[in-house]
């Protein structure tokens, strides 16, 4: 089992940043990527990146790539997730999560951290 913990939440103004962190702990071994969603209220969760872990690819939300990057630090099995130019629209709650695979479903969830931006 893998338990996600992130941090780095808070209040900002807009055109501000924001650095999020994720650790993760447990069978870290048997993580191949990592990622980062958001839901805001009343919305559905959407994503923002993912990582692979073994190669250090990234995807990201076209929407959001060119502010927001995803980066890792294996050695303290961390993500972190900076944003830069934030508007109202990014206010979220954002969630880390893990999957065994490089595809398809995520296992493990964070209990995430919230964004507000105003």
């Known amino acids: 089992h893998v338990q996600l913990v992130e941090s780095g939440g808070g209040t900002v103004q807009a055109g501000g940043s924001l650095r999020l962190s994720c650790v993760a702990s447990?069978?870290?071994?048997?993580?191949?990527?990592m990622g980062w969603f958001r839901q805001a209220p009343g919305k559905e969760r959407e994503g923002v990146a993912t990582?692979?872990?073994?190669?250090?690819?990234?995807l990201y939300d076209v929407a959001l790539k060119g502010r927001f990057i995803i980066s890792q630090d294996n050695a303290k099995n961390t993500v972190y997730l900076q944003m830069n130019s934030l508007t109202p629209e990014d206010t979220a709650m954002y969630y880390c999560?893990?999957?065994?695979?490089?595809?398809?479903?995520?296992?493990?969830w964070g209990q995430g951290t919230q964004v507000t931006v105003s």
């Open positions: 999560a893990a999957r065994v695979g490089v595809t398809g479903n995520w296992d493990y």
């Open positions: 447990g069978d870290t071994d048997t993580i191949n990527s």
């Open positions: 990582i692979n872990i073994n190669g250090g690819s990234t």
